[in-house]
């Protein structure tokens, strides 16, 4: 095609900008097993990098020009903020919950948000 390109057996012309549906591509079941499900085991002891440019399934932070710019300072902060959080405290549900009443869905918008908020209960270890 001298005008442009064939993508997904789709013609595409020549300058046509194309936004790649990330949210998708990391909810596929042909590239995860059970991918609505909260999971997290299954990302121990896979190759997997989100620093990594030729991440194709993984790409929570975006790709491209179009990345988060904000990537590295999230990483470090969050790793911060969490590692203090856990130090300084024990975490319980709220009365009368049980692990099994939390919801871990997700509401797709702009940011990801829980269906359900979470509720926890901070006990102060020191």
Same mark, same amino acid.
């Given at each position: 095609?001298?005008?442009?390109?064939?993508?997904?057996?789709?013609?595409?012309?020549?300058?046509?900008?194309?936004?790649?549906?990330?949210?998708?591509?990391?909810?596929?079941?042909?590239?995860?097993?059970?991918?609505? $499900?909260?999971?997290? $085991?299954?990302?121990?002891?896979?190759?997997?990098?989100?620093?990594?440019?030729?991440?194709?399934?993984?790409?929570?932070?975006?790709?491209?020009?179009?990345?988060?710019?904000?990537?590295?300072?999230?990483?470090?902060?969050?790793?911060?903020?969490?590692?203090?959080?856990?130090?300084?405290?024990?975490?319980?549900?709220?009365?009368?919950?049980?692990?099994?009443?939390?919801?871990?869905?997700?509401?797709?918008?702009?940011?990801?948000?829980?269906?359900?908020?979470?509720?926890?209960?901070?006990?102060?270890?020191?």
């Amino acid at each position: 095609m001298a005008d442009g390109a064939e993508v997904g057996g789709f013609a595409v012309s020549k300058g046509t900008k194309l936004i790649v549906n990330l949210w998708a591509i990391m909810r596929d079941p042909a590239l995860w097993k059970q991918p609505e $499900e909260f999971i997290p $085991e299954r990302f121990l002891g896979a190759d997997m990098d989100f620093r990594r440019k030729d991440q194709g399934e993984f790409m929570p932070f975006g790709a491209g020009r179009r990345a988060c710019p904000g990537t590295p300072m999230a990483t470090r902060v969050v790793t911060l903020i969490l590692a203090s959080v856990l130090h300084a405290f024990e975490w319980r549900l709220p009365d009368g919950m049980q692990p099994c009443d939390v919801d871990v869905r997700g509401r797709f918008g702009t940011s990801l948000k829980m269906v359900t908020p979470l509720k926890a209960v901070p006990v102060p270890l020191f």
